[in-house]
């Protein structure tokens, strides 16, 4: 698959999302189901911030909103 192309295409950050799994899958020959991304204000400081973090015995990775 060309997931250049794909991503090229996307007009949506689920879209990206989407395209982001389906390499994770053909990578790792894995698949999670109900996998769900969220966007919150994590912040932005002078010493650095976080860009995402996974909940543990989720299915929700949360994205950092402020820097897109």
């Known amino acids: 698959m060309d997931f250049k192309e794909m991503i090229d295409r ?8 989407e395209v982001v799994k389906l390499a ?3 990578h790792l020959g894995r698949t999670r189901g109900g996998l769900m991304l ?3 204000d994590l ?26």
Do not use: T
């Open 24 to 26: 994770a899958s053909q």
């Open 43 to 68: 912040g932005n400081y002078p010493n650095g911030w976080f860009g995402a973090f996974y909940v543990v015995a989720s299915n929700v990775i949360v994205m950092n909103k402020v820097p897109l």
């Open 10 to 17: 996307a007009r949506s950050l689920p879209d990206v999302f």
């Open 38 to 40: 969220a966007l919150a």
